[in-house]
């Protein structure tokens, strides 16, 4: 049972991706981590098993990680956003 977050196709390697939620990464801590973005969009991560969730490989701050597709999106073309 994969439990895909979003409709949203992923974004593509090289696109720009945001914090979805700004103000509760930084509450986090993750704006000290991770940085505020936005971030280059490496690629996706394989799931080990079918009940994880969609993550991204994307160039932050402090090297590329791996975070959950619920905590950044793309960011729409012409919106900033």
């Known amino acids: 049972m ?3 977050p ?3 196709p992923p974004p593509q390697p090289g696109q ?5 939620h700004p103000r509760r990464a930084f509450a986090l801590g993750w704006f000290a981590v991770y940085g505020p973005g ?7 991560v394989d799931p ?4 994880t969730l969609r ?15 619920r ?3 793309p960011i729409r073309e ?3 956003k």
């Open 16 to 20: 720009e991706v945001r914090w979805r």
């Open 55 to 69: 993550c991204y490989l994307i160039k932050t701050a402090s090297g590329e990680k791996e975070i959950d597709a």
């Open 78 to 80: 012409g919106t900033g």
């Open 71 to 73: 905590w950044v999106g």
């Open 48 to 51: 080990d098993d079918q009940e």
């Open 2 to 4: 994969n439990q895909e």
């Open 38 to 44: 936005p971030f280059e969009f490496v690629g996706l």
């Open 6 to 8: 979003f409709s949203e």
